[in-house]
């Protein structure tokens, strides 16, 4: 294949060096293997992968489809790759709710004979499997093909009439720039994904392999499709029953044979799911097995700082083969963080969990450069995991939570904001004025309300209080409808106070009627209301004025 125009640019960052985007138009002659039409196609970036070189991924602009210029699939059977390589997938790598949730969705009650075709070997074509079957699922395996008319054929001879195909595999609409760096790796594989759907284009595909029902949504950066020659008579987006999968997970861990990295794993994400659900009692009993098995296996404990031993045999893992932690580390510490502060009341515990947290992602992170990956999770811990840590931190040490914010430097604004608007919350007034200069982003009414303390309790200004005040409450107005109503009441309730301390009557009347007047949103609480009453039992002429106004 030729290229006909000049070369992409270069990276666009030093962060994204392992993906060159196309900033020139560039573009190659090659023929889609979706739709098989021929002629230039779009060069979207270029990658490398430490088993096929430089990668080039190309756009057919008929089917919408990406595919990697030089169509090579990996030898699977020729190599089972690093040695690491298992235990990276089972203790972290793979989204097991990922995985049920497409099939969760049909019941079990309309499925007899169930058939998965995986990312093995392979030899499914010529084998007789004893009759047709209700389900046939390929997860996250049709990216790995050359040829997917072939895939698909192969798929629909072992479906029956009246069966489901079930696909998923990654969203070619999520390789966009602005993707996280740790997505869009996951998503290319490179040397391993040959070709990503857009939605239509997979939809299209399934339509030509002779289905008359097809339906592909994208949900966090895959494609989930089903194609059936009946109709689809079934929620093909609800979501996956978490207690189900709790149980699932449950019944997999009282299993005796299980491989230490498996049992590992199945455990972490069992930890994650009971920590999300405020089940602190049942997380902490799969945290105190986690962290035994991590002191006998490793040799160090989760409630301490990692040694520094340790932290190095991570980075320097993905070369030596030698990790010393699990794969997992970082979001097992994560989940303790979690626990710790809002299960056991215990902030200053939380703060260095979620410190090791973000050292284990960290390391991690620098493993997976040195073979060219990313992995989302460790990411998002690794960028998340600081904030959280001073968001505990604050509880029990305001002005070491400021001055960690301050040595950063650069510490992100949505953070600074979180842990400001908590330190003036909390009363800890001194230390909130002194991050107050650093808060940029005061468009939330959490940080309103928060300036608006500050002004009422510290800078002693009542009036300039009245006008933080009402403007959290128009904002809060507007916020999302799943925040807590309550909270959002108490800038009304600071509003009104602070209209009587300066003596404005009327105006903490007309305050207090948007609360409990006729016109007060849905979303008001009745422990709102009965705290603003009790504040103006004591103020008659609050009251009189009130019992005058519409909406009384």
Not at 129 to 148: C, M, T
Not at 366 to 390: C, F, H, K
Not at 407 to 420: L, S
Not at 423 to 432: H, K, P, T
């Amino acid at each position: 294949m030729k290229a006909i125009t000049d070369p992409m640019d270069a990276p666009n960052s030093p962060a994204q060096g392992l993906l060159v985007w196309n900033q020139t138009g560039a573009s190659s002659v090659a023929v889609c293997p979706v739709c098989q039409a021929a002629g230039a196609k779009r060069m979207v970036l270029r990658t490398k992968s430490p088993q096929s070189g430089q990668i080039t991924v190309l756009e057919c602009d008929g089917c919408t489809n990406l595919f990697c210029e030089d169509l090579k699939p990996f030898h699977y059977e020729d190599t089972t790759g690093l040695a690491w390589a298992t235990d990276f997938y089972v203790e972290q790598g793979a989204a097991v709710d990922a995985l049920i949730e497409p099939i969760a969705r049909l019941g079990a009650n309309r499925v007899k004979r169930y058939l998965e075709i995986g990312c093995g070997y392979g030899f499914t074509t010529e084998i007789d499997l004893g009759g047709r079957f209700e389900l046939v699922y390929a997860s996250e395996v049709i990216e790995h093909v050359n040829d997917p008319q072939a895939f698909i054929e192969i798929c629909t001879t072992h479906l029956a009439a009246d069966g489901i195909l079930v696909l998923t595999t990654p969203d070619a609409g999520s390789i966009r720039q602005e993707t996280p760096v740790a997505e869009l790796l996951l998503a290319l594989s490179p040397g391993h994904h040959l070709i990503l759907y857009s939605a239509d284009g997979l939809s299209h595909l399934l339509r030509m392999a002779g289905f008359e029902h097809v339906s592909v949504a994208s949900r966090g950066h895959r494609l989930i499709a089903y194609a059936s020659r009946q109709p689809i008579d079934f929620d093909t987006t609800a979501p996956l029953d978490r207690t189900m999968y709790c149980r699932y997970l449950t019944q997999l861990l009282s299993r005796r044979d299980l491989p230490p990295s498996l049992e590992r794993g199945l455990r972490h994400r069992l930890l994650k799911e009971l920590t999300n659900a405020a089940d602190y009692d049942a997380a902490q009993a799969v945290l105190a097995l986690l962290a035994s098995d991590i002191d006998r296996t490793y040799g160090f404990a989760l409630d301490a700082v990692i040694p520094a031993t340790v932290l190095d045999q991570i980075r320097s893992g993905a070369v030596t083969g030698r990790f010393g932690a699990p794969w997992c580390l970082a979001g097992i510490l994560y989940c303790a963080g979690i626990i710790a502060q809002n299960g056991r009341n215990d902030p200053a515990a939380a703060s260095l969990l979620f410190d090791q947290a973000a050292r284990a992602a960290a390391a991690f992170r620098r493993a997976y450069v040195e073979i060219d990956i990313d992995e989302g999770e460790t990411s998002a811990i690794e960028q998340d995991a600081p904030g959280q840590s001073l968001l505990s931190l604050c509880r029990v040490d305001p002005d070491a939570t400021v001055a960690r914010i301050e040595a950063a430097g650069n510490f992100p604004q949505a953070w600074i904001t979180r842990i400001f608007a908590c330190l003036a919350d909390l009363g800890f007034f001194r230390a909130a004025a002194r991050l107050e200069p650093l808060v940029h982003d005061r468009s939330g009414w959490r940080v309103a309300n928060a300036v608006g303390l500050l002004e009422m309790l510290h800078h002693r200004r009542p009036a300039a209080a009245v006008d933080a005040f009402a403007s959290a409450w128009d904002r809060a107005l507007t916020a999302a409808p799943d925040q807590d109503g309550g909270e959002r009441c108490r800038a009304k309730h600071h509003e009104v106070l602070a209209r009587m301390v300066i003596g404005d009557g009327e105006g903490a009347a007309t305050a207090a009627m948007d609360l409990l007047g006729d016109t007060a949103p849905a979303w008001v609480t009745d422990e709102a209301r009965a705290n603003l009453r009790a504040l103006l039992a004591d103020h008659p002429a609050v009251r009189s004025i009130m019992k005058a106004l519409p909406g009384a």
